[in-house]
């Protein structure tokens, strides 16, 4: 059974930073993709960033220049580096992972909470 833990989130002031992780466990034979999403108060989740396995990089064009993502093939592990955070960077993230477990599936973690205040 695989299992995405995420790790993190919390409250800071605008313009501060935070280092978002998200690890997969269990039975995985190999990991594709790997992303951050994130769903804001009465809105739909939307992509933040994801990575490829090859580590080919891709952007929600209002985190470009502040976001970055990363992984550890290794430990199949990814990372959102946050910086210069905005208020409007509020919302619940939650990891993605396009694997193979036997069959290729997506799984998401539970979520955690990023509260920017101004």
């Known amino acids: 059974q695989v299992q995405l833990v995420e790790s993190g989130g919390g409250l800071v002031q605008a313009g501060g930073s935070l280092r978002l992780s998200c690890a997969a466990s269990?039975?995985?034979?190999?990991?594709?993709?790997m992303g951050w999403y994130r769903q804001a108060p009465g809105k739909q989740r939307e992509l933040v960033a994801s990575?490829?396995?090859?580590?080919?990089?891709n952007y929600a064009d209002s985190v470009k220049g502040r976001f970055t993502i990363s992984r550890d093939n290794a430990k199949n592990t990814v990372y959102l580096q946050m910086n210069s955070l905005k208020p409007e960077d509020t919302g619940v993230y939650y990891c993605?992972?396009?694997?193979?477990?036997?069959?290729?599936?997506?799984?998401w973690g539970q979520g955690t909470q990023v509260t920017v205040s101004s």
């Open positions: 269990g039975t995985i034979f190999s990991v594709n993709g």
């Open positions: 990575i490829s396995r090859g580590g080919f990089k």
């Open positions: 993605n992972a396009r694997l193979v477990d036997g069959t290729l599936n997506d799984y």
